[in-house]
């Protein structure tokens, strides 16, 4: 009876020692959180990025989720990913959001979500063995102090923490950086054909159309001035301006079309635009010529041979698509590839200054060349290997440093509306940044979408600004890994070792453990099969 009291007493000791843990371990929850991750880019886990945009909150953040009940695949698993990680952002934002899950058919939701710029999609969906249209809602609503963004329909989840994390940020800050674009140089029209860089780069920052032909000056508080693909040449008084910009510490884009093509006619045209002397003056050199790739895109040309036309997609090396990145380069370090389009190299002026660092951050294929110009664009040209026999041609490159102005002991242009220059001139400029990319085409509306120029260009813009908190979220979705090419005879061993090799492993497996036991009784036996030796003490 004691030993059955003690069994007693210790069971309901332990019970309660391991509820006491389990309290514990609870309470502990409430105030720590982790998470283990180990995917190659961490994407689903939330960046330090997003952890400080969150820790920075000064007031409540209200999610609302208007999310329609028993979605249909695949959007119930859209359901699921987003509010598991709303719910990881309430963990990091210490009560600092609260979500609220509202479902559009109860009674007076869906007019609300109406209300905030949610509007019903219509899916199809799999119900009474039969197809049916489905009217559902998938949006989100932030509220935050007087301020509200709305994200009408989710249904990229693959880009989710960036969208998440910029409209929070975007919410808490009272004032957006400017970017400037500039215009009047008949360069492409940022309604026409800039529209994806102008609706990606207006949830960040705000997009001014800067002119300098009128005689203004650029805007003090404008943190970027971008100069894409201009076709005009610039007056002095612009290029005073510009280097006057950047020498009060502003940040220049430069993608310039330093030759420009005409593939249909074959024409070749080098543009001279003035703009070159400041960059050569400030490090770096756009040279004369056109880079040829074997890593290239396809194009497609039409033929008429005896009358009937015909389709073929060639392989275009003017066309080059690089994959060679500087890894210690925030802008391109998680890229996949960033396609140009007659491209000229970049090479570092000799005239730099001592204290400004020139960094190649985009370098072509090891099979590639260059073309010096005039030079023959047909594509059906025919080039031999000796065409490529130079590798890491610059495309694009990063400059930092304190730059040295054109206009140092120069006299001082007058501007166009006639005012009255500044007294003196700005000699040079504190540590600032200047990126320049040989290519323009590569960022206009009908090279940008689906690939990953826009988050190059994104990308690109926010480490101008030094905003680099967001280039690393942005990166997570970039899934572009190029599959390396092998030997027809390394496919056949692959394809039978996976079809043959686990079948062969199970039954060599289950020989092996057979031929085990066999030894093992056969050792049993004889073991039970030996004679006792009888001692003097043993009665027979």
Request: one cysteine or more; proline letters at 6%; charged letters at 25%.
């Amino acid at each position: 009876m004691q030993d059955r009291s003690r069994f007693e007493v210790d069971s309901w000791a332990t019970l309660a020692l391991t509820i006491a843990i389990l309290l514990v371990l609870n309470l502990i929850s409430v105030n720590l959180f982790a998470r283990l991750d180990l995917t190659e880019g961490k994407i689903y886990s939330l960046s330090p990025a997003s952890q400080k945009v969150l820790r920075n909150l000064d007031d409540r953040l209200i999610v609302k989720m208007y999310f329609t009940k028993d979605l249909p695949p695949p959007y119930n698993g859209y359901a699921r990913y987003l509010k598991d990680q709303l719910e990881e952002y309430q963990a990091y934002a210490k009560g600092k959001i609260k979500l609220e899950m509202i479902d559009p058919d109860e009674e007076g939701k869906e007019l609300e979500a109406q209300r905030y710029g949610i509007p019903p999609l219509q899916v199809n969906a799999m119900e009474n063995d039969k197809i049916e249209i489905k009217k559902v809602y998938m949006g989100l609503v932030f509220l935050f102090e007087d301020r509200k963004e709305v994200i009408p329909v989710m249904q990229n989840i693959s880009s989710l923490e960036y969208d998440l994390t910029s409209t929070i940020k975007r919410l808490s800050y009272q004032l957006l950086p400017s970017v400037g674009f500039l215009v009047g140089q008949e360069g492409p029209d940022l309604d026409k054909e800039l529209t994806y860089l102008n609706q990606a780069l207006s949830r960040q920052y705000r997009v001014r159309r800067i002119r300098l032909d009128e005689g203004t000056p650029i805007p003090p508080d404008v943190s970027v001035l971008i100069i894409l693909g201009p076709n005009k040449e610039f007056s002095e008084w612009e290029e005073y301006v510009i280097d006057q910009y950047l020498m009060r510490g502003g940040r220049l884009a430069i993608l310039l079309n330093h030759i420009q093509v005409d593939v249909p006619r074959g024409v070749i045209t080098k543009q001279d635009l003035g703009i070159e002397k400041l960059l050569k003056n400030y490090g770096v050199l756009v040279s004369d010529n056109l880079v040829i790739d074997q890593q290239c895109n396809r194009i497609s040309i039409t033929r008429q041979i005896q009358g009937t036309t015909y389709q073929n997609v060639v392989n275009y090396p003017f066309y080059p698509v690089a994959f060679d990145f500087d890894k210690n380069s925030l802008m391109v370090k998680n890229l996949g590839a960033v396609s140009f389009y007659f491209v000229s190299s970049l090479e570092p002026s000799p005239v730099t200054a001592k204290d400004v660092k020139f960094d190649p951050i985009i370098r072509s294929s090891q099979n590639s060349g260059t073309q010096a110009v005039p030079c023959e664009v047909n594509p059906y040209r025919n080039f031999s290997q000796e065409d490529f026999n130079q590798n890491g041609m610059v495309l694009a490159a990063a400059l930092q440093g304190s730059f040295s102005s054109y206009f140092s002991g120069r006299e001082v242009p007058f501007s166009p509306s006639g005012t009255v220059p500044p007294a003196s001139t700005i000699s040079s400029s504190p540590q600032t940044r200047l990126v320049v990319v040989g290519d323009a085409d590569w960022a206009t509306d009908q090279n940008i979408k689906g690939t990953d120029n826009l988050t190059f260009f994104l990308n690109m813009v926010d480490w101008l600004t030094q905003d680099e908190a967001l280039i690393a979220i942005r990166s997570k979705q970039v899934t572009t890994r190029p599959l390396k090419e092998i030997s027809p005879g390394t496919k056949k061993l692959v394809k039978y070792g996976n079809t043959l090799g686990l079948p062969i492993l199970i039954v060599l497996f289950g020989v092996v453990r057979w031929q085990i036991r066999q030894r093992m009784k056969r050792r049993l036996s004889s073991f039970s099969r030996e004679p006792k030796s009888v001692g003097k003490n043993d009665i027979p």
